[in-house]
Protein backbone atom coordinates (compact mmCIF):
# COMPACT_ATOMS: atom_id res chain seq x y z
CA UNK A 1 0.00 0.00 0.00
CA UNK A 2 1.14 3.32 0.12
CA UNK A 3 3.14 4.80 2.85
CA UNK A 4 3.78 8.15 1.66
CA UNK A 5 1.51 11.33 2.37
CA UNK A 6 -0.23 10.82 -0.95
CA UNK A 7 0.19 10.06 -4.78
CA UNK A 8 1.45 12.84 -6.54
CA UNK A 9 -0.26 14.02 -9.43
CA UNK A 10 2.21 13.24 -11.77
CA UNK A 11 1.42 9.20 -10.42
CA UNK A 12 -1.75 9.97 -10.63
CA UNK A 13 -1.92 10.67 -14.13
CA UNK A 14 0.76 8.50 -15.05
CA UNK A 15 -1.47 5.55 -13.92
CA UNK A 16 -4.40 6.30 -16.34
CA UNK A 17 -1.79 7.96 -19.31
CA UNK A 18 -3.54 5.59 -21.96
CA UNK A 19 -7.32 6.60 -20.91
CA UNK A 20 -6.59 10.15 -20.77
CA UNK A 21 -5.05 9.94 -24.51
CA UNK A 22 -8.48 7.72 -25.78
CA UNK A 23 -10.47 10.14 -23.99
CA UNK A 24 -8.49 13.17 -26.07
CA UNK A 25 -9.66 11.74 -28.90
CA UNK A 26 -12.82 10.20 -28.18
CA UNK A 27 -14.14 13.52 -26.99
CA UNK A 28 -12.75 15.78 -30.00
CA UNK A 29 -14.56 13.48 -32.77
CA UNK A 30 -18.17 15.27 -31.68
CA UNK A 31 -16.38 18.60 -31.64
CA UNK A 32 -14.63 18.46 -34.75
CA UNK A 33 -17.61 16.76 -36.80
CA UNK A 34 -19.92 19.58 -35.30
CA UNK A 35 -17.59 22.15 -36.23
CA UNK A 36 -15.77 21.36 -38.67
CA UNK A 37 -18.32 19.12 -40.41
CA UNK A 38 -21.14 21.13 -39.99
CA UNK A 39 -22.65 17.53 -38.50
CA UNK A 40 -25.03 19.62 -36.14
CA UNK A 41 -27.70 17.07 -35.19
CA UNK A 42 -24.39 16.00 -33.03
CA UNK A 43 -25.44 18.18 -29.79
CA UNK A 44 -27.72 16.49 -27.21
CA UNK A 45 -28.71 18.30 -25.13
CA UNK A 46 -27.91 18.60 -21.41
CA UNK A 47 -30.33 18.03 -19.50
CA UNK A 48 -31.14 14.60 -20.14
CA UNK A 49 -27.06 13.79 -20.16
CA UNK A 50 -27.32 14.66 -16.62
CA UNK A 51 -29.74 12.96 -15.62
CA UNK A 52 -27.58 9.80 -16.78
CA UNK A 53 -24.46 11.15 -14.72
CA UNK A 54 -26.38 11.60 -11.38
CA UNK A 55 -27.38 7.78 -11.64
CA UNK A 56 -23.52 7.19 -12.85
CA UNK A 57 -22.19 8.99 -9.47
CA UNK A 58 -24.87 7.35 -7.35
CA UNK A 59 -23.94 3.87 -8.82
CA UNK A 60 -20.31 4.85 -8.37
CA UNK A 61 -20.30 5.99 -4.92
CA UNK A 62 -21.90 2.42 -3.97
CA UNK A 63 -19.52 0.71 -5.94
CA UNK A 64 -16.60 2.14 -3.63
CA UNK A 65 -18.41 2.19 -0.57
CA UNK A 66 -18.55 -1.41 -0.65
CA UNK A 67 -14.90 -1.90 -1.97
CA UNK A 68 -13.81 0.49 0.38
CA UNK A 69 -15.37 -1.81 2.58
CA UNK A 70 -13.71 -5.01 1.89
CA UNK A 71 -10.41 -3.16 1.85
CA UNK A 72 -10.84 -1.76 5.70
CA UNK A 73 -12.50 -5.15 6.66
CA UNK A 74 -9.21 -6.78 5.18
CA UNK A 75 -7.14 -4.56 7.36
CA UNK A 76 -9.60 -5.22 10.80
CA UNK A 77 -9.13 -8.62 9.99
CA UNK A 78 -5.02 -8.64 10.14
CA UNK A 79 -5.22 -6.45 13.25
CA UNK A 80 -7.06 -9.25 14.80
CA UNK A 81 -4.14 -11.43 13.54
CA UNK A 82 -1.75 -9.18 15.16
CA UNK A 83 -3.51 -8.95 18.63
CA UNK A 84 -4.09 -13.13 18.57
CA UNK A 85 -0.64 -13.74 17.82
CA UNK A 86 0.80 -11.44 20.80
CA UNK A 87 -1.95 -12.94 23.09
CA UNK A 88 -0.47 -16.58 22.25
CA UNK A 89 2.98 -15.74 21.97
CA UNK A 90 2.45 -14.84 25.82
CA UNK A 91 0.43 -17.44 26.75
CA UNK A 92 3.19 -20.15 25.28
CA UNK A 93 5.85 -18.44 27.18
CA UNK A 94 3.92 -18.18 30.45
CA UNK A 95 2.10 -21.92 30.00
CA UNK A 96 4.42 -24.53 28.90
CA UNK A 97 6.09 -25.36 32.04
CA UNK A 98 7.09 -27.86 34.75
CA UNK A 99 4.47 -27.31 36.93
CA UNK A 100 2.34 -30.52 36.31
CA UNK A 101 4.52 -32.13 33.86
CA UNK A 102 4.87 -36.13 34.26
CA UNK A 103 8.63 -35.71 33.83
CA UNK A 104 10.80 -32.70 34.64
CA UNK A 105 12.07 -30.65 31.67
CA UNK A 106 15.63 -28.49 32.06
CA UNK A 107 15.10 -25.03 31.21
CA UNK A 108 16.63 -25.20 27.40
CA UNK A 109 14.23 -27.82 26.77
CA UNK A 110 11.40 -26.00 27.63
CA UNK A 111 12.57 -23.06 25.73
CA UNK A 112 13.42 -25.13 23.03
CA UNK A 113 9.48 -26.06 23.02
CA UNK A 114 8.20 -22.61 22.90
CA UNK A 115 10.51 -22.00 20.50
CA UNK A 116 8.95 -24.41 18.40
CA UNK A 117 5.42 -23.40 18.87
CA UNK A 118 6.45 -19.66 18.10
CA UNK A 119 8.50 -20.08 15.21
CA UNK A 120 5.83 -22.18 13.98
CA UNK A 121 3.22 -19.57 14.22
CA UNK A 122 5.42 -17.52 12.32
CA UNK A 123 5.64 -19.79 9.39
CA UNK A 124 1.46 -19.76 9.78
CA UNK A 125 1.93 -15.83 9.18
CA UNK A 126 4.15 -16.16 6.26
CA UNK A 127 2.45 -19.05 4.63
CA UNK A 128 -0.47 -16.95 4.72
CA UNK A 129 0.97 -14.02 3.29
CA UNK A 130 2.03 -16.57 0.35
CA UNK A 131 -1.32 -18.31 -0.35
CA UNK A 132 -3.47 -15.10 -0.63
CA UNK A 133 -0.96 -13.51 -3.28
CA UNK A 134 -2.28 -16.82 -5.64
CA UNK A 135 -3.61 -14.96 -8.46
CA UNK A 136 -7.73 -15.31 -8.66
CA UNK A 137 -9.50 -14.90 -12.41
CA UNK A 138 -11.16 -11.41 -11.22
CA UNK A 139 -8.10 -9.85 -10.01
CA UNK A 140 -5.66 -7.59 -12.49
CA UNK A 141 -2.63 -9.00 -14.38
CA UNK A 142 -2.44 -6.93 -17.35
CA UNK A 143 1.46 -6.46 -18.23
CA UNK A 144 1.88 -3.40 -16.12
CA UNK A 145 0.24 -5.58 -12.90
CA UNK A 146 2.90 -8.51 -13.55
CA UNK A 147 6.02 -5.65 -13.52
CA UNK A 148 4.55 -4.41 -10.13
CA UNK A 149 4.29 -7.35 -8.52
CA UNK A 150 7.60 -8.65 -9.42
CA UNK A 151 8.79 -5.55 -8.13
CA UNK A 152 7.21 -5.68 -4.88
CA UNK A 153 8.03 -9.36 -4.51
CA UNK A 154 4.70 -10.31 -4.61
CA UNK A 155 4.11 -12.71 -6.81
CA UNK A 156 2.99 -15.69 -6.52
CA UNK A 157 5.22 -18.66 -6.81
CA UNK A 158 5.19 -22.44 -5.19
CA UNK A 159 9.13 -22.47 -4.32
CA UNK A 160 8.38 -19.30 -2.07
CA UNK A 161 7.45 -21.84 0.64
CA UNK A 162 10.75 -22.46 1.08
CA UNK A 163 11.26 -19.50 3.11
CA UNK A 164 9.00 -21.36 6.01
CA UNK A 165 12.35 -24.16 6.21
CA UNK A 166 13.93 -21.91 8.57
CA UNK A 167 11.00 -21.81 11.08
CA UNK A 168 9.98 -25.44 10.64
CA UNK A 169 11.42 -28.82 11.44
CA UNK A 170 12.29 -30.73 7.79
CA UNK A 171 8.93 -32.89 8.71
CA UNK A 172 6.73 -30.16 9.24
CA UNK A 173 8.02 -28.80 5.98
CA UNK A 174 7.58 -32.28 4.23
CA UNK A 175 4.36 -32.46 5.85
CA UNK A 176 2.71 -29.24 4.61
CA UNK A 177 3.90 -29.32 1.24
CA UNK A 178 1.89 -32.09 0.32
CA UNK A 179 -1.21 -30.10 1.70
CA UNK A 180 -3.05 -28.05 -0.63
CA UNK A 181 -4.45 -25.00 2.36
CA UNK A 182 -0.96 -25.22 4.13
CA UNK A 183 -1.43 -22.82 6.28
CA UNK A 184 -4.51 -24.54 7.93
CA UNK A 185 -2.46 -27.31 8.00
CA UNK A 186 0.37 -25.74 10.09
CA UNK A 187 -2.11 -24.65 12.86
CA UNK A 188 -3.29 -27.98 12.76
CA UNK A 189 0.63 -29.56 13.78
CA UNK A 190 0.24 -26.66 16.37
CA UNK A 191 -2.94 -27.96 18.02
CA UNK A 192 -1.07 -31.72 17.39
CA UNK A 193 1.94 -30.65 19.58
CA UNK A 194 0.11 -28.86 21.98
CA UNK A 195 -1.82 -31.94 22.59
CA UNK A 196 0.98 -34.01 23.09
CA UNK A 197 2.85 -31.09 25.71
CA UNK A 198 -0.79 -31.38 27.74
CA UNK A 199 -0.64 -35.30 28.00
CA UNK A 200 3.18 -34.82 29.12
CA UNK A 201 1.95 -32.14 31.59
CA UNK A 202 4.15 -29.39 30.67
CA UNK A 203 1.03 -27.49 29.83
CA UNK A 204 -2.17 -27.76 32.44
CA UNK A 205 -5.17 -28.37 31.21
CA UNK A 206 -7.35 -25.57 31.92
CA UNK A 207 -4.03 -23.27 30.03
CA UNK A 208 -4.73 -25.50 27.27
CA UNK A 209 -7.99 -24.65 26.78
CA UNK A 210 -7.03 -21.31 26.47
CA UNK A 211 -4.34 -21.61 23.90
CA UNK A 212 -6.51 -24.31 21.59
CA UNK A 213 -9.40 -20.92 21.73
CA UNK A 214 -6.27 -19.02 20.38
CA UNK A 215 -5.82 -21.06 17.53
CA UNK A 216 -9.58 -21.45 16.61
CA UNK A 217 -9.56 -17.51 16.14
CA UNK A 218 -6.68 -17.93 13.86
CA UNK A 219 -8.65 -20.53 12.03
CA UNK A 220 -11.28 -17.95 12.10
CA UNK A 221 -9.53 -14.83 10.98
CA UNK A 222 -7.74 -16.74 8.07
CA UNK A 223 -10.86 -17.52 7.40
CA UNK A 224 -12.58 -14.39 6.50
CA UNK A 225 -8.97 -13.54 4.76
CA UNK A 226 -9.93 -16.06 2.54
CA UNK A 227 -13.16 -15.51 2.14
CA UNK A 228 -12.65 -11.83 0.47
CA UNK A 229 -9.32 -13.47 -1.43
CA UNK A 230 -11.79 -16.00 -3.05
CA UNK A 231 -15.12 -14.54 -3.20
CA UNK A 232 -14.91 -11.31 -5.67
CA UNK A 233 -16.93 -8.33 -5.32
CA UNK A 234 -20.49 -9.62 -7.18
CA UNK A 235 -20.08 -9.52 -10.85
CA UNK A 236 -23.38 -8.26 -11.77
CA UNK A 237 -22.45 -5.04 -9.74
CA UNK A 238 -18.99 -4.76 -11.37
CA UNK A 239 -20.14 -5.57 -14.78
CA UNK A 240 -23.24 -2.60 -14.82
CA UNK A 241 -21.26 0.22 -13.21
CA UNK A 242 -18.44 -0.41 -16.06
CA UNK A 243 -21.37 -0.15 -18.43
CA UNK A 244 -23.04 2.58 -17.27
CA UNK A 245 -19.80 4.67 -16.47
CA UNK A 246 -18.32 3.89 -20.11
CA UNK A 247 -22.00 4.61 -21.63
CA UNK A 248 -21.95 8.31 -19.78
CA UNK A 249 -18.34 8.54 -21.00
CA UNK A 250 -19.47 8.16 -24.79
CA UNK A 251 -22.14 10.55 -24.40
CA UNK A 252 -20.95 12.76 -22.30
CA UNK A 253 -18.96 15.18 -25.14
CA UNK A 254 -22.33 15.36 -27.30
CA UNK A 255 -23.45 17.34 -24.28
CA UNK A 256 -20.50 19.07 -24.36
CA UNK A 257 -20.96 20.64 -27.59
CA UNK A 258 -24.43 21.63 -26.54
CA UNK A 259 -23.34 23.46 -23.41
CA UNK A 260 -20.46 25.19 -25.23
CA UNK A 261 -22.35 26.04 -28.30
CA UNK A 262 -25.00 27.75 -26.25
CA UNK A 263 -23.11 29.37 -23.96
CA UNK A 264 -20.58 31.02 -26.91
CA UNK A 265 -23.30 30.61 -29.94
CA UNK A 266 -20.99 28.84 -31.90
CA UNK A 267 -16.89 29.84 -32.77
CA UNK A 268 -14.12 29.19 -30.88
CA UNK A 269 -16.18 28.27 -27.73
CA UNK A 270 -17.13 24.88 -28.81
CA UNK A 271 -13.29 24.12 -29.13
CA UNK A 272 -13.18 24.20 -24.90
CA UNK A 273 -15.72 21.15 -24.83
CA UNK A 274 -12.56 19.11 -25.37
CA UNK A 275 -10.48 19.84 -22.37
CA UNK A 276 -13.72 20.12 -20.33
CA UNK A 277 -14.84 16.49 -21.49
CA UNK A 278 -11.50 15.10 -21.30
CA UNK A 279 -11.29 16.52 -17.47
CA UNK A 280 -14.74 15.45 -16.69
CA UNK A 281 -14.23 11.62 -18.44
CA UNK A 282 -10.92 11.48 -16.61
CA UNK A 283 -12.90 12.11 -12.67
CA UNK A 284 -15.42 9.74 -13.67
CA UNK A 285 -12.67 7.14 -14.51
CA UNK A 286 -10.64 7.30 -11.96
CA UNK A 287 -13.34 6.89 -9.00
CA UNK A 288 -14.48 3.41 -11.37
CA UNK A 289 -10.81 2.71 -11.21
CA UNK A 290 -10.13 3.20 -7.55
CA UNK A 291 -13.37 1.15 -6.39
CA UNK A 292 -11.86 -1.49 -8.84
CA UNK A 293 -8.80 -1.86 -7.66
CA UNK A 294 -9.98 -1.59 -4.13
CA UNK A 295 -12.13 -4.94 -4.52
CA UNK A 296 -9.70 -7.24 -4.07
CA UNK A 297 -6.93 -6.03 -1.03
CA UNK A 298 -4.95 -9.08 -1.48
CA UNK A 299 -3.43 -8.98 -5.01
CA UNK A 300 -0.09 -8.12 -4.32
CA UNK A 301 -0.41 -4.32 -6.00
CA UNK A 302 0.20 -1.28 -4.86
CA UNK A 303 -3.20 -0.43 -2.72
CA UNK A 304 -3.29 -3.52 -0.97
CA UNK A 305 -3.37 -4.21 2.68
CA UNK A 306 0.68 -4.99 3.34
CA UNK A 307 0.46 -8.44 4.80
CA UNK A 308 4.15 -8.74 4.56
CA UNK A 309 4.93 -6.15 6.26
CA UNK A 310 2.55 -6.43 8.99
CA UNK A 311 3.65 -10.43 9.23
CA UNK A 312 7.12 -9.19 9.81
CA UNK A 313 6.24 -6.63 11.94
CA UNK A 314 4.24 -9.34 14.00
CA UNK A 315 7.40 -12.17 13.84
CA UNK A 316 9.44 -8.82 15.05
CA UNK A 317 7.61 -8.60 18.02
CA UNK A 318 6.45 -12.24 19.53
CA UNK A 319 10.62 -13.64 18.90
CA UNK A 320 11.51 -10.24 20.94
CA UNK A 321 8.78 -12.19 23.94
CA UNK A 322 11.52 -15.34 23.78
CA UNK A 323 14.07 -12.85 23.98
CA UNK A 324 15.26 -13.64 20.64
CA UNK A 325 18.03 -11.33 18.81
CA UNK A 326 18.20 -12.94 15.75
CA UNK A 327 15.61 -11.11 13.62
CA UNK A 328 14.18 -9.76 10.57
CA UNK A 329 14.42 -6.04 9.18
CA UNK A 330 11.53 -4.47 8.60
CA UNK A 331 11.04 -3.44 4.99
CA UNK A 332 11.18 0.12 4.13
CA UNK A 333 8.95 2.19 1.80
CA UNK A 334 9.84 1.16 -1.81
CA UNK A 335 10.42 3.06 -5.00
CA UNK A 336 9.04 6.24 -6.33
CA UNK A 337 5.56 5.71 -4.59
CA UNK A 338 6.63 4.62 -1.20
CA UNK A 339 4.75 0.93 -1.01
CA UNK A 340 4.90 -1.05 1.97
CA UNK A 341 3.62 -4.79 0.88
Known sequence: MQAGRRYTFFQTANWTRKYIFWFVVVDSIPVVLYQVFQVEWLRIPWQPLSLIGIAVAFYLGFKNNSSYERTWEARKIWGGIVNTSRAFTVM?????????????????????????VVHRHVAWLRAMTIELRKYQPWEHNASNDKVGRKILGTEYRPERFDELK??????????????????????SLQTRQLMVLRQQGLIEHFRHLQLQTQITEMYTLQGKSERIKNFPFPRQYATINYFFVVLFLILLPFGMVDVFTEHGGGGWWVWLAIPFSVVSSWVFWMMEMIGEYSENPFEGLYNDVPITDIAISIEIDIRQMLEE???????PPMGDLKVVV
Open 166 to 187: PYLSAEDHAYILGKGNRSSHLL
Open 325 to 331: TDLPQRT
Open 92 to 116: VREYINNEAAVEQQEETALLELRRQ
